[in-house]
């Protein structure tokens, strides 16, 4: 009995005249990512919304700059009191980002973006009505668990819906996290300065209610927006196994009308996605990658915010300036330099890389805060111009160099199946710098006064070390064919 083969032969030759890709394997999804298909797709807003997360957690953590003292007053506080409320995001984005990279790597970047949005809006509504000192503690933490889980998912996206070389590649499309939280900062100082001139001196109590409140208002932008645009990341769902879901992704947000080869075996996935992952970070050739990005976290966490979260504190002490000018010095100065440099970076990173401009930002940081101690406090017009131009130097290096590429280092180190973890790590250990930084300067600078910049010199100073004796330059590598590869020997 014969049985005909026509149809087969006819499949066959259909599919080798079908021009579009084809997708056999994970690796072929990320080939069509890397290159940069993605001119004028959704891909684009994707990454904008993504960024717009990052703005959320740049402007809730520093929207309380200026509203302590009024809080402290309002709610009759203590100081250990104060410390609990200005701690409380702090702590919360610890816990966020150990739960987030965790949750990133196994549900997926889609699902858990979506997850934490409603973390933004509910919190930033009940700290604006906040009744007393617990229950804006407690929307605090809640607003910080909602910044620790976006970090690690918002890299991710960054990173998986970017090219791999040219302009707008990987690691420029990360870096652009630095910009985008500096303007959020200015934004916050804006704010305060704009509610700081219209208020009447008696409707004051309100000023630090709105500041917060305000945050709820991005987060329902972005929530609202969010079903049209966004989509699961095409990479992390083809390690899944998920070829033709990959493929769809692909034709929605890229419009890479791409084919699944029905012959292709289903591909293991890349690496399960459990707590254990973290200690994968420490081990192999990831080790070496994941002590550089913890290094320059903590050293860049520790030293910006001793003197970008402390500017008020320096502008208005060291340099004896009023509330009115402090605010429009700190406004000048981020938007002037740790903005421009973060730009500046964005735009050259694929020509010099990541490595050579945190080498030259952690020097500028380091000579910057060595000036900084030996200038002491100004007491001639000279000595405050000098000083001011050693602040403005520091922030642009920090623009420059680690503020965009200590998360290019923490997220570009790592394939798919690790970069949700390898964020969250980096950034749980960020926060706990964050939280020394925030706490000792205040009382490093009480007792030791300018001498105290010799003391933040140490961060820049670790830094440089760290990136001299690891030479890792994450921009330009395809680091995801290190989880393919980890496939075809399974």
């Not at 900062?185 to 630090?208: Q, R």
């Not at 060291?318 to 440099?341: D, V």
């Amino acid at each position: 009995m014969s049985v005909s083969l026509a149809p087969e032969r006819a499949a066959v030759g259909a599919a080798a005249n079908d021009p579009r890709p084809v997708i056999k394997s994970p690796a072929d999804v990320s080939g069509l990512v890397n290159s940069g298909a993605a001119m004028g797709s959704d891909a684009r807003v994707v990454v904008a919304i993504a960024l717009g997360g990052i703005f959320l957690d740049a402007y809730d953590l520093g929207a309380l700059a200026f509203g302590m003292k009024d809080i402290a007053r309002e709610f009759s506080l203590t100081p250990t009191g104060t410390g609990f409320v200005a701690a409380a995001i702090t702590l919360g984005a610890i816990i966020g980002a150990f739960l987030g990279g965790y949750l990133t790597d196994k549900i997926g970047r889609y699902r858990v973006f979506m997850a934490d949005m409603f973390f933004f809006v509910v919190a930033a509504i009940a700290c604006a009505l906040a009744p007393n000192a617990w229950v804006l503690g407690g929307a605090r933490f809640v607003m910080g668990l909602g910044v620790g889980i976006d970090l690690p998912v918002a890299m991710a996206f960054l990173a998986e819906f970017s090219r791999l070389q040219g302009r707008g590649n990987k690691a420029a499309r990360v870096a652009m996290w630095c910009p985008v939280w500096y303007a959020a900062i200015s934004v916050s100082y804006l704010l305060v300065l704009g509610l700081y001139a219209v208020l009447p001196a008696h409707e004051a109590h309100w000023l630090w209610r709105l500041i917060l409140g305000f945050g709820a208002v991005p987060a329902i932008a972005i929530i609202a927006i969010r079903s049209r645009y966004m989509s699961e990341s095409p990479v992390w769902a083809a390690n899944q196994g998920d070829l033709k879901g990959a493929a769809a992704i692909l034709k929605r947000s890229y419009g890479i009308d791409a084919r699944v080869d029905e012959t292709a075996v289903a591909p293991p996935k890349a690496r399960r996605a459990t707590w254990s992952n973290y200690g994968a970070l420490l081990r192999g050739v990831y080790l070496r990658r994941t002590m550089l990005a913890t290094v320059m976290a903590i050293a860049s966490s520790f030293a910006y915010n001793a003197v970008a979260f402390g500017l008020p504190v320096i502008i208005s002490s060291f340099l004896a300036q009023s509330m009115l000018t402090t605010i429009l010095a700190s406004l000048a100065l981020n938007l002037c330099f740790a903005f421009a440099g973060g730009l500046f970076s964005v735009r050259t990173v694929p020509k010099y890389g990541a490595w050579k401009l945190s080498v030259v930002g952690y020097a500028f940081q380091l000579a910057a805060l060595i000036g900084l101690a030996i200038v002491g406090k100004p007491s001639t017009g000279a000595e405050v111009v000098i000083a001011i131009a050693f602040l403005a130097a520091f922030l642009l290096g920090q623009g420059v160099g680690p503020g965009s590429h200590s998360m290019t280092f923490a997220s570009l180190s790592y394939p798919t199946s690790l970069r949700g973890v390898g964020v969250g790590f980096n950034q749980t250990l960020m926060r706990a710098s964050s939280t020394v930084s925030l706490f000792l300067f205040p009382v490093l600078s009480a007792a030791l006064g300018t001498k105290v910049f010799w003391i933040i010199a140490v961060a820049p100073l670790a830094g440089l070390v760290a990136l001299l004796a690891v030479r890792w330059e994450p921009s330009g590598y395809d680091v995801d064919a290190e989880d393919f590869a980890a496939q075809q020997t399974q």
